[in-house]
């Protein structure tokens, strides 16, 4: 069983043990205590060992390896034996696999002797990218008389770098801890019990955090569900660049929870650029273990997601293929592919909610924008017999996407003096981000004149819940739509493609609610 452990960083023994019993309480396994600055007080250090409610690591990390410790490693050494002997030991002493260079011999024989009392973690960090002797290092440790258990952490550059942690692991060659920092890391800590890995790392709350790309107790158990994963886990993710604020993860996990369906949902970092998708899914779908599944796929990757099915000779939804952009990719326990756009008929079945049973055929609809939301909402519309119209900044990427489904095109500054029966905006304008956390812009900065009782206003964007679109929208006395019941509709057609099972109401039609990390409320982001 892969352990959970909760580091603890000491400046204070009853604070320490205070938060060793908040871990407990969370769920962890075990604790790591982060003694690097608390070397001065044995006695202190002892009573923390013998009275932690959890067994433990004791850890005093060197400086060199990004710890605070930067003392002479003849008290280092001497601190670890010492609590070696106490009547109740730590669990397992952490030690760095490079620093064993710089003992002497009496030093080396003291940590050996601590050894035969504690088990001994050997490990060695990079913190600036996967290092190029890394399986030496790892064969030197797992070489190293006394080790109990390596420990290898380096700082991910892409998603690839979880594939090498996960193959550290299934060597055997002892217990093994192989984790890979950052956001691009996190799959390497959430699947280490898929794996097999010894120990994954989580913090108690996001301000006490070890590591770059560490989760929290709560996001691993409840989020991810870390109690439910195993060896037969099917891995799903959310592609784009950022994805960081995507809650497809807790939508989709609370649908496998929902449904009984073995599986976990990740997000998936990939940089913008055809080569980097591919290089990742490539990878990522050859590495049989895994289980990789599927993905959910946005900005800026949906063109991309097509050019890649195309490549490898995957089945193509139609659809997808007249839009020229994905947003599903399926993959068959046979390794076949497929990909799907399920953007179009979410963003129809909005507007058809919002008209109350109204048809569409003959109404006339406005678009806001020229990008690859606005190419599935024009395929779907156009295809319902409505006579659309594309507004965008530069007329000619409206001319471009109008002339591929024979639709009109206009500047976005005609926008205003404009009439139509519904309004769908298209854009990321209004939605919220880390660096805009309370937007108040809209593409339409003047609201239609036109604007009134009977028109419908969409907007697609659904972070915050209520754009300054909807706002003016509703102030004009419009039906206003906004983007989340459009998320939700696009996601359960995905979990039904992925799982074959119905997307539970429960879940896809409430955001979510039901999951035990709380309600899904102001979706970010392009719908994935």
């Avoid at 608390?38 to 409610?53: G, I, Q």
Wanted: proline fraction near 6%.
């Amino acid at each position: 069983m892969t352990l959970l452990c909760c580091p603890i960083t000491v400046n204070d023994a009853d604070d320490a043990l205070a938060a060793c019993g908040r871990a407990a309480e969370a769920g962890a396994d075990l604790v790591e205590f982060r003694c690097d600055r608390f070397t001065d007080d044995r006695d202190a250090l002892a009573r923390l060992v013998a009275d932690a409610s959890l067994p433990c690591i004791v850890t005093l990390r060197h400086a060199s390896e990004g710890g605070g410790f930067s003392g002479l490693e003849s008290l280092r050494v001497g601190l670890l034996l010492f609590l070696s002997q106490q009547p109740r030991p730590p669990a397992y002493l952490d030690f760095e696999h490079a620093r064993l260079a710089a003992l002497s011999a009496g030093e080396r024989a003291d940590l050996e002797d601590a050894a035969t009392r504690c088990g001994l973690i050997l490990s060695t960090h990079d913190f600036a990218g996967r290092p190029a002797d890394l399986d030496r290092r790892v064969l030197a440790m797992a070489d190293t008389p006394g080790v109990r258990v390596l420990k290898a952490a380096w700082a991910a550059r892409s998603l690839r770098d979880n594939l090498q942690a996960f193959e550290l692991i299934e060597r055997r060659l002892a217990p093994t801890a192989a984790l890979c920092m950052g956001d691009a890391g996190l799959p390497s800590r959430v699947l280490a019990r898929k794996f097999g890995g010894f120990v994954t790392f989580a913090a108690a709350d996001r301000a006490s955090g070890t590591a770059p790309g560490q989760p929290t107790i709560a996001e691993l158990r409840d989020l991810y569900r870390w109690d439910a994963i195993g060896p037969a886990t099917r891995v799903y993710g959310v592609i784009g660049d950022p994805v960081g604020h995507s809650k497809s993860p807790a939508l989709h996990n609370a649908g496998f929870d929902a449904s009984g369906f073995d599986g976990v949902y990740l997000p998936m970092p990939i940089p913008a650029g055809y080569e980097h998708l591919k290089a990742t899914l490539s990878a990522w779908l050859d590495h049989g273990s895994l289980r990789f599944r599927g993905a959910s796929v946005t900005i800026p990757h949906k063109a991309d997601l097509l050019r890649f099915a195309e490549e490898r000779g995957a089945t193509i939804d139609p659809l997808a293929a007249r839009i020229g952009a994905a947003n599903t990719l399926i993959v068959g326990e046979d390794g076949a592919l497929a990909v799907r756009n399920t953007d179009c008929d979410a963003a129809l079945g909005v507007v058809r909610r919002a008209l109350g049973g109204v048809g569409l055929r003959g109404a006339a609809v406005a678009v806001l924008g020229a990008g690859g939301v606005s190419r599935a909402v024009v395929a779907g519309f156009a295809d319902a017999g409505c006579r659309v119209t594309v507004f965008n900044r530069s007329v000619e990427r409206a001319r471009s996407l109008a002339a591929a489904f024979g639709v009109e095109a206009a500047p976005l500054a005609e926008a205003a003096a404009g009439a139509a029966d519904v309004w769908i905006n298209a854009t990321s304008i209004g939605m919220e981000t880390a660096e805009d956390p309370a937007p108040d812009a809209s593409p339409l900065p003047d609201p239609p004149g036109s604007w009134g009782p009977g028109t419908v206003v969409f907007d697609t964007v659904y972070t915050p819940p209520e754009t300054r679109l909807l706002r003016d929208a509703a102030a004009a006395g419009c039906v206003t739509a906004g983007g989340t019941a459009m998320f939700l509709a696009q996601a359960a057609a995905q979990f039904e493609a992925w799982t074959g099972v119905e997307a539970p109401e429960a879940v896809f039609g409430s955001g979510g609610a039901g999951h035990p990390a709380g309600a899904i409320e102001g979706f970010a982001g392009d719908a994935g």
